[in-house]
């Protein structure tokens, strides 16, 4: 996954939340994936939210989104990968658990659309919030309905709601579904504990789920969790 449309609308959206972090961490080290005709629409699209900039800003020689972050003002972002191989600053399996030395080093971490391609996705949430300082932001954009063979996972909005939030203790800032055909169009995503069937929806075409949560200072009892419609808290 790379910084298309709507992860880029989404990282502008809460740029002011990660402003504090002076750690910050992206799961891949990612490009920006924008053409020539895109990159014209989102460059006018950050200019209506008070972001003056040129594609030359927010681009850099190598493809890559560092100079993007930075425009931002995002902290310097460390990638983490399963490989060296784009250069990433830290080398782990998601697949496994966070490793000690890493333990609550970043007061900034995002999935740039990676954990869907994990095998054990829960083990690398669980690796996201290890990897978070208390009162640390996560940022969160990866495949939703519509997206079948993109990963192994489409994911839904019991994983920010229920894992993050009921779960791990999280203020939810954001929660929401952006089709890729329009991805102006932000559609805000309740909390589906006790609705019928989770709040079940039918959507039509890829989508993407973005969602932005902040670490308690005090972390409260964890218990795994369950979905939303057999639950009752």
């Known amino acids: 996954m790379g910084i298309s449309m709507v992860p880029g609308l989404f990282l502008a959206r809460h740029r002011q939340a990660a402003a504090a972090a002076q750690r910050g961490l992206i799961l891949g080290r990612q490009k920006m994936h924008l053409q020539p005709a895109r990159m014209t629409r989102f460059v006018g699209a950050l200019e209506n939210m008070g972001i003056p900039t040129t594609a030359q800003a927010i681009t850099q020689e190598d493809g890559f989104s560092e100079a993007f972050f930075a425009h931002l003002g995002y902290p310097l972002i460390e990638a983490m990968d399963f490989t060296d191989a784009e250069g990433a600053a830290h080398v782990h399996d998601l697949n496994h658990p966070c490793p000690e030395r890493l333990r609550e080093q970043f007061d900034l971490v995002i999935d740039g659309g990676t954990t869907e391609h994990i095998f054990h996705i829960g083990t690398a949430l669980d690796t996201c919030h290890d990897l978070l300082r208390p009162g640390g932001l996560f940022l969160s954009f990866v495949a939703c309905d519509g997206w079948f063979g993109h990963g192994f996972f489409q994911t839904g909005p019991d ?67 369950i979905q939303g419609h057999y639950a009752s808290e």
């Open 159 to 225: 994983v920010p709601w229920r894992y993050w939030h009921h779960a791990r203790g999280y203020d939810m800032l954001e929660v929401s579904i952006v089709p890729r055909k329009t991805p102006w169009k932000t559609i805000p995503i309740p909390d589906p504990t006790g609705r019928p069937r989770g709040g079940e929806m039918a959507l039509t075409g890829p989508h993407m789920l973005v969602y932005a949560c902040r670490k308690p200072l005090t972390a409260p009892p964890y218990r795994p969790p």
